[in-house]
């Protein structure tokens, strides 16, 4: 199962009609989803300083890593170094969840590849990249794009018996038109390559952050309606439910299966855009309010303890930290990665004159 994924090669399908000027909308789409991304970065870094402790005042500055997320065994951390440093380029770095040595997995850049997640079996990563999905070989650092899709892939997850992969894609164009089923969220199937919309009552259904159950037998996502609401599906689309609703005015991010320490009832957590946090039991009932020091990122096999990206001092670069979910007053709050600038040697320029003196 661990590499039945890796003999897949990749299926280049181009959508719609017209493949010059799909290009030509697709560059500028692509243009403009990258300015946004890079406003959002600049959101979220601000965001980043709700969580710092002290606040930090002064000018703002990025987050060196992203995507902070965990091993299904609990021993490592993956995450993206957007900036060269002296662990090496920018990329997709492996560190033990008790700190230590980072290895650089494979390369990236400022933007990618994001949203990573672990296989069921650790052997791989599967992010987006370029907004295409991308599967990672930890081991190897290989790297391979599956299938193509000029919609913007988002958000993937793998299913937990590691055979297929559930995302969103952000859109469709009607210039050249596409059909609706181009948008919406998707499963890819790493055995035989197929990649299909999820229907409901006939429609695509929509949304993003998608979330497989434990048990592989829903899929949880945050739908596209105002006000958002957090829904829950099976992944043939059936039974299809709403849970909650985001209060008024606000956005909804983060979604996560979660069991809280020292229970058993394992539901959804979410984040709204005012900062405050949410659990909700697909069994029923309202949500509830869940309190955490920091905003998460991820949460360790065991739900004891979660990742998030922290300030250590105040202002300096955002990086990986983790502390344990009963904590709120910081005491367990660890430092994980650390940002070391590289040191740059400058270079000779070509035609200075060079010594002729004869040493001793």
Not at 73 to 99: E, K
Not at 129 to 154: E, R, W
Not at 331 to 359: G, M
Request: hydrophobic share 35%; charged share 15%.
């Amino acid at each position: 199962m661990g590499s039945a994924h890796r003999r897949v090669p990749p299926t280049i399908r181009l959508e719609g009609r017209g493949v010059a000027p799909l290009l030509w909308v697709r560059g500028i789409a692509r243009f403009a989803c990258g300015l946004s991304l890079v406003a959002l970065s600049v959101g979220c870094g601000r965001d980043l300083e709700r969580f710092v402790v002290p606040r930090y005042t002064g000018p703002f500055k990025p987050a060196a890593d992203y995507s902070p997320v965990w091993s299904h065994d609990g021993r490592s951390i993956a995450y993206r170094r957007a900036f060269a440093s002296t662990d090496g380029p920018p990329g997709v770095y492996i560190v033990p969840s008790s700190g230590g040595h980072a290895r650089l997995v494979t390369g990236g850049s400022f933007l990618w590849p994001a949203s990573l997640r672990f296989s069921p079996d650790n052997r791989t990563l599967v992010g987006i990249s370029d907004f295409q999905l991308i599967i990672i070989d930890v081991a190897t650092g290989a790297t391979n794009i599956p299938m193509y899709t000029n919609n913007h892939a988002q958000y993937p997850d793998w299913s937990p018996d590691g055979r297929q992969i559930v995302y969103n894609r952000a859109f469709y164009t009607t210039l050249p038109p596409q059909p609706l089923d181009s948008a919406g969220i998707h499963i890819y199937d790493l055995s035989s390559g197929e990649d299909h919309p999820i229907f409901s009552d006939g429609k695509v259904v929509g949304g993003n952050s998608s979330r497989w159950s434990p048990d592989g037998r829903w899929i949880a996502f945050l739908d596209f309606g105002s006000p958002q609401a957090v829904k829950l599906m099976h992944p043939d689309g059936s039974s299809l439910l709403a849970l909650t609703m985001a209060s008024p005015g606000y956005d909804l991010r983060n979604l996560t299966w979660f069991t809280p320490p020292g229970t058993d009832s394992e539901g959804l957590l979410y984040l709204e855009s005012n900062g405050n946090i949410f659990f909700v039991d697909p069994n029923g009932g309202p949500p509830t309010r869940y309190q955490l020091l920091y905003g998460y990122d991820d949460f360790s096999p065991d739900g004891t303890q979660f990742t998030f990206i922290g300030s250590q001092p105040s202002d300096s670069l955002g990086v990986v930290f983790v502390a344990r979910v009963n904590d709120f007053t910081g005491e367990t709050r660890r430092q994980i990665t650390s940002f070391t600038e590289p040191v740059l040697v400058p270079r000779a320029p070509e035609n200075a004159p060079r010594s002729s003196a004869i040493p001793p």
